[in-house]
């Protein structure tokens, strides 16, 4: 049984990630386990049942969260640890079997697929979930939008420290961007080079982002 920690509500999982995951979790139910901040649960369910162990990094609280990892790493329960908050992904130190930080966007996005091979092959594949199919791709693509559009709607006064503000969705839209196509770079010492930039240059940056991280997938450059 695959465990999901995480709340769903006003179904925002569905609105996030299109796809319906009300019914995505009854479809298979036989596999997961969803639990809310509502659910009746058993830490014994963990050690008798878990094959994998999904849970955000704050469900329900810190301490809850804490617990469950701490079942997992003794009894060597396969875990992954997500957030929105997170931009890579990392995997613990020496250990296939632990991801101690991947985004929230990414694992759902990829979740299906973990779950129709764990079905298939009943295997934890704990890089599918990481990787998926073409993850980046798509997400470059709709950052691209969201970030054409407000660079669109503020060039006309750009500063970038005054719109692209440190930690609001802009900002981790780039710094995502960034990660996609130069992970081996720090965000914070590209940041020093953007402060004098203009909004077509920033643009043209981006669109260079974009490209590289579609060329890793095999894309055409036919995008926009």
Request: charged share 30%.
């Given at each position: 049984m695959i465990y999901i920690f995480d709340d769903n509500k006003h179904a925002q999982l569905s609105v996030n990630y299109r796809i319906n995951y009300i019914k995505f979790f009854e479809k298979n139910k036989s596999v997961i386990k969803h639990i809310s901040q509502h659910s009746d649960y058993k830490i014994s369910e963990l050690t008798d049942?878990?094959?994998?162990?999904?849970?955000?990094?704050?469900?329900?609280?810190?301490i809850e969260t804490d617990r469950v990892k701490a079942i997992c790493k003794e009894y060597n329960i396969p875990l992954v640890v997500f957030s929105n908050q997170y931009t890579g992904t990392i995997f613990a130190p020496g250990k296939s079997n632990y991801i101690s930080q991947i985004?929230?966007?990414?694992?759902?996005?990829?979740?299906?697929?973990?779950?129709?091979?764990?079905?298939?092959?009943?295997?934890?594949?704990?890089?599918?979930?990481?990787?998926?199919?073409?993850?980046?791709?798509?997400?470059?693509?709709?950052?691209?939008?969201?970030?054409?559009?407000?660079?669109?709607?503020?060039?006309s006064n750009f500063n970038y420290y005054r719109?692209?503000?440190?930690?609001?969705?802009?900002?981790?839209?780039?710094?995502?961007?960034?990660?996609?196509?130069?992970?081996?770079?720090?965000?914070?010492?590209?940041?020093?080079?953007?402060?004098?930039?203009?909004?077509?240059?920033?643009?043209?940056i981006i669109k260079s982002l974009v490209t590289k991280t579609l060329e890793k997938y095999g894309y055409e450059n036919s995008y926009y």
């Open positions: 049942n878990a094959k994998c162990v999904l849970i955000h990094h704050s469900f329900p609280n810190d985004k929230k966007d990414r694992m759902y996005f990829n979740l299906n697929h973990f779950v129709e091979n764990f079905i298939k092959k009943g295997e934890v594949n704990l890089k599918l979930l990481a990787l998926g199919k073409n993850y980046e791709a798509e997400k470059a693509l709709i950052i691209l939008n969201r970030l054409s559009f407000f660079i669109f709607k503020h060039h719109n692209i503000e440190s930690e609001n969705s802009e900002w981790k839209d780039l710094k995502e961007l960034y990660h996609f196509a130069l992970p081996e770079k720090e965000f914070d010492s590209i940041e020093e080079e953007l402060e004098f930039i203009d909004a077509p240059s920033l643009l043209k």
